[in-house]
């Protein structure tokens, strides 16, 4: 059974468009259908509401966060869309950088090689 938490979902939909944007999040929920719209709200209630909602953690230090373990697992698509993220959020592009020594060192050379190679796609435009 699906339980579903209207305000966690607010608080998160919130957070979500302020990092990734509203035009991605609206997108994505309007393409959402009975299949996979509850996974669409579940993940934006636990995620962006419960996990980025408590004010514990900045915003910044989330999305660095969020780089170095979405890096390590190699889901170099949610990678991207995480990094966009980070710039919204205040991450800097030495930062960036910084992150990605640290997955090379811990995950291995050929993962932060991808990395980079993400963040090319997605800083290239600002250079």
């Not at 209630?45 to 980025?52: E, L, S, T, Y």
């Not at 949610?78 to 811990?106: D, F, M, P, Q």
């Not at 932060?112 to 600002?126: D, N, Q, T, Y």
């Amino acid at each position: 059974m699906y339980v579903f938490d209207e305000d966690l979902f607010l608080k998160g939909l919130e957070q979500r468009k302020s990092t990734l944007g509203a035009d991605y999040v609206e997108k994505s929920l309007d393409a959402a259908d009975d299949f996979n719209r509850p996974f669409q709200e579940a993940m934006t209630a636990w995620c962006w509401g419960f996990g980025w909602g408590d004010d514990v953690i900045d915003a910044k230090t989330r999305s660095m966060m969020n780089l170095a373990m979405i890096g390590a697992l190699g889901k170099m698509h949610e990678w991207e869309l995480h990094l966009r993220g980070a710039i919204n959020n205040g991450v800097s592009k030495e930062e960036i950088r910084a992150i990605i020594h640290v997955i090379a060192i811990y995950c291995g050379v050929p993962q932060g090689i991808e990395c980079f190679r993400s963040a090319r796609k997605v800083l290239e435009p600002e250079t």
